[in-house]
């Protein structure tokens, strides 16, 4: 984003199996109040038309992203600098400390305690049951459009995410990070807690009765 008020660029980057679709009433709003609002398809995301088994690393999933970055204005900023600040709303967020790979193991053991309903749909795409832990505070017409959206994720090694979703403490570091923690998050506010104390951001904002899907 801009450091000018009236030129500040949202990048609107959605979670596993959704798309860009899922930003539509947050760009709205943010359009309407004077913003300049990018919401993008990941790969096999929303309309892209790439399939699962097109893609060979996490990496592969990401491009779009790092296409968008690389061709904002020379008067934008440049990522890491391109960046103002970095917003995860109840997201994975990794440190140079706490990797990707780390998350994704705190988060199989949580599922494997007692209680506990595992929640991953990698190759698939969610059912509505498990869509409905997401959406469980949201407005039921926006679930109904998530079932008609979603697509599946693929599922990557963990040679594969070890390397290409490192983050350094000179270039990621370098950015602030605020993190929004839905507090009625039914699919993974426990493993919000424990990122958050573990990848400390700069700043935590809590969204008193949102449940996982807080841009609907």
Known sequence: MDENNDQKHFILVHGACHGAWCWFKLETLLTSAGYKVTSLDLATSGIDPKQVEDLHSIADYYEPLMELMASLREDEKKFPEKVSVAVFISAIMPSPTNSVVNIQEEYERIQAKPGMERNYWFGVSPSPDKLAKQYQKSPPED??????????????????????????????????????????????????????????????????????MAMM
Not at 146 to 155: D, E, M, N, Q, S
Not at 165 to 172: D, F, G, I, L, N
Request: glycine share 8%; proline share 6%.
């Open 143 to 212: 679930l109904t459009l998530a079932t008609k959206l979603v697509r599946p994720i693929g599922f990557y090694g963990i040679v594969d995410m070890m390397k290409e979703t490192a983050v350094s403490e000179e270039k990621y570091g370098s950015v602030k990070r605020v993190f929004i923690l839905c507090d009625e998050d039914g699919l993974m506010k426990i493993l919000m807690s424990w990122i958050i104390e573990n990848s400390p951001p700069n700043e935590v904002v809590k969204i008193p009765g949102s449940d996982h």
